[in-house]
């Protein structure tokens, strides 16, 4: 480490701009193969080695990268990308659509390969290419099944060396090159002076790694790193510190409160928007989640082209939520606090199973289901709260045992939340059933242009407004803590939470 951060010729103080010392969580990363990676935070850095055909640009649609242009057929089953020229990978080979192929086919072997846990960062492809083929040096052909503009996105991933897409530590055509890597220790970037992109202002990046969130902010507060990246609450007191900056970045983990439509209770659609009324999901964004959550009312990240929730934002209404339950027939009839109703000729009160997984690391999760269950009891809803592990949860969710459940979904690229709201879906978990909502996808998935596309998402999330499936929560924040403005990108989110510092010296 001494070595690295001597070539570097980087301090916290007095650091001249050209090299930069990050500090980050890594303990189990002993590869740097973008294709299965297993920390959210050194993604951020691979980011900066491997490159892609298509990225999301600050309004988050497609832009040409590595592919320069790109044509599809009338009925969007066939695409057409043309690579850009000049580009080399590091190891000085010259990029080629036969890199592209086996990049592709190594991502669908991964997918595919049920005998491994991991099946990588880019599974999703699976659902999108048909078949790819390479008919000259610079073209990829790729016929999809997916026939909609959202096809576009889910070209978003790393490209690597034909030769090399299984090795540990394969080269990349980004801006920054690997000179060193010693897992759980540190990583070494220089700049590569031959990428297509131009020479970076920053030319040296040292990430030193940490096993604990503790040790990572106590090196950032002894000035040994110059920025860190981390998703801990504990970030969240720096925000007003004077001699630090503080960005926000937006993760792709999606938190919603799973409701069971096959629980009697939760079957009546004014009980599950009760629900919506009675909660101050604002107030607990600030409490438990210490402001590094962003709202959303739709499973879609709120500020993005695709949102259309901005005039339907979601306030607590007490008033609401108590006149929609009465309606719907429960009351307390004992003045025992809990609304209650005879069916069946029993009565029964309004208790929900509500169950809850925690973190390793915090009890966020945890403060966040207690400040739900206090907000519903106030309108006579009991929820029994219960706190299990990640995998039990998993297994209430998947069997169907459970009234409402906090559920995390680590969001794909490709804005289509079909998984969560199609009949039978994966992510279906709380039984939600509409032809109206199956075939609006179905149209989504046939739409070819971006207005196309949007109107689509638009009348998806009316729909999800009216049915109230389930109920979205956050998009779980990041915080980068930095002393140097190494960046402009107005939107920062993961995994290109470093975007912006490969940008050209002037």
């Known amino acids: 480490m001494a070595a690295c951060l001597l070539l570097t010729g980087a301090s916290a103080q007095g650091n001249d701009h050209q090299s930069l010392i990050l500090g980050i969580v890594s303990a189990t990363t002993n590869r740097t193969n973008p294709l299965t990676p297993v920390e959210r935070e050194f993604m951020s850095l691979t980011a900066l080695v491997y490159e892609s055909m298509v990225v999301l640009d600050d309004d988050y649609l497609p832009k040409p990268h590595l592919a320069d242009k790109w ?58 290419i048909n078949k790819i083929a390479a008919p000259d040096e610079r073209t990829v052909v790729i016929t999809t099944g997916r026939k909609n503009f959202g096809f576009l996105y889910a070209m978003n991933f790393p490209i690597l060396p034909a030769a090399q897409v299984q090795l540990d530590n394969p080269a990349g055509s980004g801006p920054y090159r690997v000179e060193q ?65 503080n960005l926000t970045y937006r993760t792709k983990q999606f938190e919603a409160l799973m409701l069971n439509h096959l629980s009697y209770e939760l079957e ?104 739900i269950a206090s907000q519903l009891l ?13 995998k039990e949860v998993r297994e209430k969710l998947e069997a169907g045992s459970f009234d409402m459940a906090i559920a995390s979904f680590n969001m794909d690229y490709t804005p289509d939340p079909g998984f969560l709201l199609m009949s039978g879906n994966t992510g279906n978990y709380s039984r939600y059933k509409s032809k109206a909502m199956d075939n609006l996808f179905k149209e989504l998935r046939a739409a070819m242009t971006k207005e196309a596309y949007r109107n ?33 990108t107005r939107d920062i989110r993961e995994p290109e939470v470093l975007k912006g510092i490969e940008a050209r010296a002037e």
């Open 181 to 245: 890597f010693q897992p759980a220790d540190y990583i070494w970037l220089s700049v590569n002076s031959s990428w297509w992109g131009g020479r970076p202002a920053i030319t040296e990046i040292s990430a030193l790694f940490h096993t604990t969130n503790r040790e990572l902010i106590s090196s950032y507060e002894y000035n040994r790193v110059d920025a860190i990246l981390t998703r801990s609450m504990t970030a969240a007191q720096y925000r007003s510190s004077v001699s630090s900056l």
């Open 71 to 128: 044509e599809s057929s009338g009925d969007g089953s066939t695409w057409t990308f043309t690579l850009r020229e000049g580009v080399t990978f590091h190891d000085g080979t010259p990029l080629t659509s036969a890199d592209v192929v086996a990049t592709v086919n190594e991502i669908l072997r991964l997918a595919n390969d049920e005998t491994n846990p991991n099946k990588g960062a880019y599974a999703s492809l699976r659902y999108f």
């Open 378 to 390: 106030a309108v006579g809803i009991e929820a029994r709260l219960s706190v299990m592990s990640f």
């Open 268 to 371: 009546d659609v004014r009980v599950r928007k009760a629900i919506r009324a009675a909660l101050n999901l604002n107030a607990i964004a600030q409490n438990a989640y210490m402001g590094m959550a962003m709202r959303t009312d739709t499973p879609l990240p709120s500020g993005t082209w695709m949102y259309s929730a901005d005039d339907i934002v979601y306030r607590q209404n007490i008033e609401l939520a108590n006149q929609l339950l009465d309606e719907a027939g429960w009351v307390d009839t004992n003045d025992d606090g809990i609304r209650d109703m005879v069916r069946n000729g029993k009565l029964v009160k309004l208790s929900l199973r509500f169950y809850a997984y925690e973190e390793q690391d915090n009890s966020v999760r945890l403060n966040a289901a207690a400040q």
């Open 456 to 488: 689509k998402l638009y009348e998806i999330q009316a729909l999800y407004t009216e049915d109230c499936p389930f109920i979205s929560l956050y998009y779980r924040s990041g915080a980068i803590m930095t002393r140097i403005m190494f960046t402009r």
